[in-house]
């Protein structure tokens, strides 16, 4: 199946879809559904989950800068790419495009492999000027990018939302979101409303108490696997 920009956003809770999800569909279209198998509703609905966490429900195409704490230390940050000097590479290679790619060593990488994924394409220098990352194609392309470098299929195949968060964050932060996104993505996928887990649990011969627990969320994966998804 393939997504809208229109569902996307409500599935986000938007009133209006925006530049940032027509970007994320367009990714889709050019290379997640054919090359990274997206057009599977399990993992669709995991890609638009930690997307539209990690942007901030589409609102961000790059990362607010404070700067904090941890922003400072992205300066000197050499497992990034960056160099050990405070020369402002925190700065200028902070998190962009709806996965933010964040340091110079990621950029590089977005870059080769927007290259080689697009050889009749004329890609910008990423490096020189990241901010041509936020611009379309690119811009879409760019949590496609780090889906494939990390293999998160195989954990949106395994309905396992916790590591695949961890593949991405790094840790656990923002978990409670990411698994409401889910929820709200799979629920919506399989023909109902973003709120609708009663009417879900009811269908699906589980306890209809409302909370979307693990019981549920094993049930919504294996039915998004099984095909059960709308037509869009």
């Not at 609905?45 to 800068?65: F, K, L, N, P």
């Not at 978990?175 to 709200?184: G, K, M, N, Q, V």
């Not at 909370?211 to 294996?222: M, S, V, Y």
């Amino acid at each position: 199946m393939k997504i809208t920009a229109e569902i996307i956003a409500e599935i986000v809770g938007a009133r209006f879809a925006t530049d940032n999800m027509r970007s994320i569909v367009e990714g889709l279209e050019a290379y997640g559904y054919e090359r990274l198998g997206l057009d599977q509703p399990h993992r669709l609905a995991a890609y638009i989950a930690q997307t539209a966490h990690e942007s901030g429900r589409y609102r961000y195409d790059r990362e607010i800068w404070g700067p904090t704490r941890a922003q400072a230390r992205y300066d000197t940050r050499t497992d990034l790419g960056n160099t050990l000097e405070r020369d402002g590479d925190g700065f200028k290679y902070r998190g962009r495009t709806g996965i933010q790619i964040t340091g110079k060593r990621n950029t590089m990488r977005f870059w080769h492999w927007c290259k080689q994924r697009f050889p009749n394409r004329l890609v910008p220098n990423f490096v020189e000027n990241p901010d041509a990352m936020n611009t379309d194609p690119w811009e879409g392309l760019g949590p496609l990018w780090y889906w494939e470098e990390n293999d998160l299929n195989k954990w949106s195949d395994r309905g396992d939302m916790e590591t695949l968060t961890k593949r991405i964050n790094g840790g656990l932060n923002g978990y409670a979101d990411r698994l409401s996104l889910y929820i709200r993505a799979a629920l919506v996928l399989l023909g109902y409303g973003p709120k609708d887990v009663l009417l879900f649990q009811q269908h699906a011969g589980l306890v209809v108490d409302g909370d979307a627990g693990p019981l549920t969320r094993a049930a919504l994966h294996e039915w998004l696997s099984d095909g059960e998804a709308m037509a869009a």
